[in-house]
């Protein structure tokens, strides 16, 4: 059956680019970012793996490590990891999952045989400290994903994670956040001391706790 949220990210060891790693203890306390590509040496992968590269300080300022999967072999992922710092004027500085015997694709159902019986589609899984899935994404082979937007869904976890607060359509840190349903008006008084904007009793705003 397919991960569904709030389920424990399932543990593995496996090769990768940078040695073997024991997914749980390699995550650590950390936040994690596990995502699949279809194959290597393609256009779009080679984009997305340089994208991600490129956002290596975004990531360790949330406390999150990265780590893609693909079913080709590790010798396959060094020779082409050179190929993404060359075109993507990077350093790719995460590991590169080696899946030839698709444990890690098996695991989390990475491949959908009536899109592609052979490769991984484009799953992105956000796993928390506790090792829990807070986010699951599927994109086509054809649609590279947008790393910002994954970014911005860490920012809104590790924030609702800490404060009774969800965020609006659009959101970006700084940016106004909604008290949640559970939180009584007098409760959000304490909890929101920069105060409540009440469009509707249901939807009231209060200025981002932690800023
Ligand atoms: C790509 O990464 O460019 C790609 C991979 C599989 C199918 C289509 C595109």
Redesign the pocket.
Known sequence: MALRLGDIAPDFTADTTDGTITFHQWLGDSWGILFS???DY???????LGATAKLKTEFAKRNVKVAAVSVDPIESHRGWVGDINETQCTTVNFPIIADSQRVVATAYDMIHPNA?DK?TVRSVFVIGPDKKIKLTLTYP??T?RNFLELIRVIDSLQLTAKFRVATPADWKDGEDCIITPAVKDAEAETLFPKGMRKVKPYLRYTPQPNK
């Not at 393609?42 to 997305?48: A, H, M, R």
């Open positions: 590509h279809p194959a393609t256009p779009v992968c080679t984009t997305e592609d490769a082979a054809s590279g």
